[in-house]
């Protein structure tokens, strides 16, 4: 299985409600870094959150992470048209590879 | 504010075919890498290059793939004989290096390419 596994795939909401995106890994980590992704655009960081820390904000975003359920999740609040896009989490592990390794990544529909 | 840069855009190649892939890096960076999109999957990791040379690879960056840090600016990736597998978008990143452990990168726009 790969590291860094988000679910749902996919995710169409209103403009307003809150989405939640949630990222499940295999190994040991340093951190876990979420990014977006604008179709066909690169990847942009969003947040970092440490193995050492919980909870994390960021403006809209809030992340948390359980390292003993090895997951993560990313909160988007108020969301807007412009948050359409793809949500990636990506992990910096411990031991093995040393670069960062990303998930599949949800793709989240904001309707006006 | 800073950024990656990646040219080309675009760019379609016959089977077989040399391709470079150009990356300007954030200046005073100091990891480089690139990675690796088809479309609609997950981003593929393939090489890290740090100090001059390359500091982990991936299974998919095989004897075709190859990076070069020419001068004090570009980063290349070239792959020697395209397969029609190789169609994706290749993204190249950089960061600053927090301590050896992986800070946030940087991204560019991508190159997409596609092997007919």
């Known amino acids: 299985s790969q590291q860094g596994e988000e679910d749902p795939q996919a995710l169409s909401i209103q403009e307003g409600e809150n989405a939640t995106m949630n990222c499940s890994y295999k190994t040991s980590i340093n951190n876990l870094q979420w990014y977006r992704q604008n179709s066909g655009r690169g990847l942009v960081h969003l947040i970092l959150?440490?193995?050492?820390?919980r909870e994390k904000h960021s403006g809209r975003l809030r992340v948390t992470l359980d390292t003993s359920k090895k997951s993560s999740s990313l909160l988007i609040t108020a969301s807007r048209a412009a948050d359409t896009a793809s949500y990636f989490c990506a992990t910096d592990a411990v031991t093995g590879r040393r670069a960062l390794t990303f998930g599949s990544g949800t793709r989240l529909q904001v309707q006006p | 504010e800073p950024e990656v840069t990646q040219t080309p855009s675009h760019q379609v190649t016959q089977m077989g075919q040399e391709v470079i892939l150009r990356c300007v890096p954030i200046?005073?960076?100091?990891?480089f890498y690139w990675y690796r999109q088809i479309l609609g999957q997950k981003v593929e990791f393939l090489v890290s290059f740090y100090n001059n040379e390359i500091s982990e690879k991936s299974e998919i960056f095989d004897d075709q793939f190859s990076v070069e840090r020419p001068d004090g600016s570009n980063f290349t990736l070239k792959i020697r004989s395209t397969k029609l597998e190789d169609s994706a978008m290749y993204f190249c990143a950089s960061s600053a290096g927090t301590g050896g452990k992986t800070g946030e990168l940087f991204f560019g726009e991508g190159s997409r390419l596609t092997v007919l």
């Open positions: 200046s005073n960076h100091l990891y």
């Open positions: 959150i440490r193995s050492n820390e």
